[in-house]
């Protein structure tokens, strides 16, 4: 409906984004298909019982504009680096 839900990643050389354009099944009227997102934390060199981690802020909210969804990322931004 009128919610957008966003996943703001913490940068990281590591972390990788994947997209398939049919991934996410047909759209409700049959005539398209819906892309899906998914991402991957790549580790080289990893050790056996060693601790990883990926971090992120996920947000859902009312849609309100493209603006919007860039303001929350800023915002994820300013808590990270202290500005």
């Known amino acids: 409906g009128d919610m957008v839900l966003i996943y703001i990643f ?3 050389p590591y972390l ?3 997209h398939s354009p049919s991934g996410g099944g047909p759209t409700p009227d049959g ?3 819906n892309p899906a997102w998914d991402f991957q934390l790549i580790v080289p060199n990893w050790k056996v019982d060693a601790e990883y981690h990926l971090r992120m802020r996920v ?3 009312r849609w309100e504009g493209r603006d919007d969804v860039l303001s929350e990322v800023r ?3 300013a ?3 202290g500005k």
């Open 31 to 33: 005539t398209d298909t």
């Open 59 to 61: 947000v859902y909210k």
């Open 16 to 18: 990788r984004f994947a």
């Open 75 to 77: 915002r994820y931004r």
């Open 79 to 81: 808590l990270e680096t």
């Open 10 to 12: 913490e940068p990281s």
